[in-house]
């Protein structure tokens, strides 16, 4: 059974930073795309990161420079730290894997499974 566990979240100030935490189980962090989208209340669901299998990352432009993904298989957890954070980042967080998990356009298309969310909150 696939089970993604998203921790990490909180309030900060602006120019903070908070790193997100997504243990994954069923299986291991390295075969599938894994990564993380948020969502704020009256708008459409925003893709933030993918890894691959192989490493690679894709970020969206709105976090690129500030947010780093990245996993450790021997803990099997998906990570993203976030830096510089803006009031415009607040929303909830939830981590994601799929086969072909992609940022596409502003949204993250190709979502299997995902987690519960967790909320962050950052003031000005």
């Known amino acids: 059974q696939v089970q993604l566990v998203e921790s990490g979240g909180g309030s900060v100030q602006a120019g903070g930073s908070l790193r997100l935490s997504c243990v994954v189980s069923g299986y291991p962090v390295t075969i599938y795309r894994l990564g993380w989208f948020r969502r704020t209340p009256g708008k459409e669901r925003e893709g933030v990161a993918t890894i691959d299998s192989d490493g690679d990352t894709n970020y969206a432009d709105s976090v690129k420079g500030r947010f780093t993904i990245s996993r450790d298989s021997f803990k099997n957890t998906l990570y993203l730290q976030m830096n510089d954070l803006k009031p415009e980042d607040s929303a909830i967080y939830y981590c994601?894997?799929?086969?072909?998990?992609?940022?596409?356009?502003?949204?993250?298309?190709?979502?299997?499974?995902w987690g519960q969310g967790t909320q962050v909150t950052v003031s000005s």
């Open positions: 994601a894997a799929g086969q072909s998990l992609r940022i596409c356009g502003r949204n993250i298309c190709g979502t299997n499974d």
